[in-house]
Every structure is written in C-alpha cells, then in structure tokens.
C-alpha cells in the first residue's frame, strides 16, 4: 500500500488524497510510481475535488462519481503528451495538458502551490521521457548503420607505384647521304644482275674483278 504521507505537504485534502491513492494502487504497472498528486480546491463547496496524479509513466486523471461513491480514472502516457502550462486565478490554477492529438484537457481550481509542482514534475516527466526517445534514436541509427563484417577479407595492399626510370636519350646522328660514284653503281647494277640470274657466277666474279682491277 502507498503511503499517502508525502502526498499531503501542499494541503492536500487528506481524505480525496487516501480514497484516490488506494484506487491508484491497483492501477500502476511493474515499476510505476508515484510522483505527486495534486487536488482541486473549489471555492464554495468542495466535497467531491477532482484529483490530478503523476507517475513516471503518465498523468492521472481522478473524477469521484456518484456522489463519491466511485471514481472515474482516465490516464494519458507521456508519448501522448505534447506539453503541460498552468495558469494562476483568483481561485487557484487552472492546469493544462496539451495532448499530441485532440482537445486539451484543462483542470480547474488547483491550487496555487500545487499548480507549479504538478507542473514542475510532470515537465520533468516529459523531458526525461524525449531524452529516452532521443537515446533510443541514436542507438537505431547505430544499429542501421553498414557493420563491418569480422569476416570480410582485408583489403588487398596495393604495392606503391614504382618510379618509372629516365629512358636514355638516343642521339641519331644526321646521315648525309653521298653520291655514289661510277664504280659503286657499276658493282650494285653487276649484284642486282647476279641476283635475278641474268649472269652466272663465274661472270658475276670475272665481272666483279675487272671493275675493282680498273680503280
């Protein structure tokens, strides 16, 4: 069971506090609490007061119904939740929650002091909430991200480029071509007739050794 102690700092209504705190108890999830529960203070006649609770999960919403016989309970989750304001009356606060989708929900005659910590820890609530979800971003696109494979052979080393040598410079000597004189044309025409057979070779030679014996 809750102890409802810590729920009466503000002057909360002891008995709206202990009659929602024993109907909450059956209604919070494996690792769910309690942060603070704030009741509505009407200026007249406050028998019934509506009952505001925050968990680290979401926000309660208490309604006592049938003369105070029953009590209604809606929640809304913290992931539902666009924002949360409060606004100071004569007759305490108005506190109101901005759902993502839908009319927001506003709760009249809170008072003053409750008000701000109902707004304080649910706000607190909602950044712990985004930081979770921005954690949980980062870890996906981790996840996503191309893995390297442990099993993925090694790039292969490419050698480094080996430095083409200088090739030498060849020097090609001008080459001026002389005309030939009488005697060499004689003996390239005497070989070309050798070399169609049109003479033998003993004629090819005589031939060859009179032409050389005339120099």
Known sequence: MIAIDRFL????DPKAVEKVIGKLNDLLTTGEEILYLA?????????????IA?????????????????MNFKDISWKSIKEVSFKEE???????????HGENIVTEYIPKVQARKLHQAANQQLEEYKELLRQQKLEENRAT????SLN???FAEIPAATPELEQPVIQIAEVVEEPEDETTLKLRKLKTLYDKHLITQEEYEAKKSAILDSL
């Open 9 to 12: 700092s503000d002057e909360q």
């Open 39 to 51: 009741v509505q203070k009407k200026p007249a006649v406050n028998l019934l007061p509506d009952s």
């Open 54 to 70: 925050i968990s680290n999960k979401r926000i309660f919403y208490c309604e006592p119904g049938n003369l105070g016989l029953t």
């Open 90 to 100: 004569f007759f305490g606060s108005k506190f109101i929650c901005v759902p993502q």
């Open 145 to 148: 991200a191309s893995p390297i």
């Open 152 to 154: 993925a052979q090694p």
